[in-house]
């Protein structure tokens, strides 16, 4: 089992490039999550998908970003434009099926930095 | 709504020393529970985890927690901490949504 793969590992960007994080979830796994943490705000949940389908993207923080799950092997998220204040790591998480019976497994996360 | 809250935001210990990390929690019915660690510059790794019966739960690394309804708390613990064991560690729970809702975390410092 590899586990919740995530690349890059860093990414330092200038400030109006667009950023796109990638991730792939444990084979079998149905449900995705995207989080940030900064040490201001923590652990917060961008977005997360059942099945491919977004289910709650109340946590995105704007316009600029997007998050898709074209296939039950692969979801992107994108930062576009970016800002010096979008500098976190970001993780994302998968687990096997939808409900809070299940925990989640992370991936080690990409550290973006935007200058 | 659930929520989760980890009063103590860093506690130091001595190696050695005896370490309880305390987490309560707010849902009306019995939900699951979660303890996460994170150690510097990587994701969150599960520890253990609380569904139903016992109510004192076995993870990795030694640890352990304990299920307290009448408290509304799940306590992690350790014996004996090791200088390998300073990292954050974030208490979750999850219950008829499909979220998990994590604390704000906990740093442990470990002093040799």
């Known amino acids: 089992d590899a586990g919740v793969i995530q690349s890059p590992r860093h990414e330092v960007t200038e400030m109006g490039q667009e950023v796109t994080l990638r991730c792939k979830p444990i084979s079998g796994h149905n449900s995705l999550f995207w989080y940030r943490q900064t040490m201001m705000r923590g652990l917060e949940l961008l977005i997360y998908?059942?099945?491919?389908?977004?289910?709650?993207d109340s946590g995105m923080p704007e316009d600029r970003f997007s998050a898709k799950m074209p296939n039950a092997s692969f979801s992107t998220l994108k930062i576009q434009p970016s800002e010096p204040r979008d500098s976190a790591v970001y993780f994302c998480?998968?687990?096997?099926?939808?409900?809070?019976?299940?925990?989640?497994?992370f991936g080690s996360g990409t550290r973006l930095t935007v200058v | 709504a659930q929520s989760v809250t980890q009063p103590d935001i860093h506690i130091t210990v001595s190696e050695g020393a005896s370490l309880e990390l305390r987490c309560n929690y707010s849902?009306?019915?019995?939900?699951?529970l979660f303890w996460y660690v994170q150690s510097p510059g990587q994701g969150l790794q599960l520890l253990l985890k609380y569904f139903s019966g016992d109510t004192l739960v076995q993870g990795i690394k030694g640890f352990e927690a304990e299920f307290k309804r009448s408290q509304s708390s799940f306590n992690l613990r350790k014996p004996s901490v090791h200088w390998s064991d300073a990292a954050e560690y974030f208490c979750?729970?999850?219950?008829?949504?499909?979220?998990?809702?994590f604390g704000t975390g906990t740093r442990l410092q470990v002093f040799p």
């Open positions: 998480a998968s687990r096997p099926s939808a409900g809070g019976y299940y925990g989640y497994t």
């Open positions: 979750a729970v999850g219950a008829d949504t499909d979220k998990l809702i």
């Open positions: 849902y009306g019915a019995t939900p699951y």
């Open positions: 998908f059942n099945n491919n389908v977004p289910i709650d």
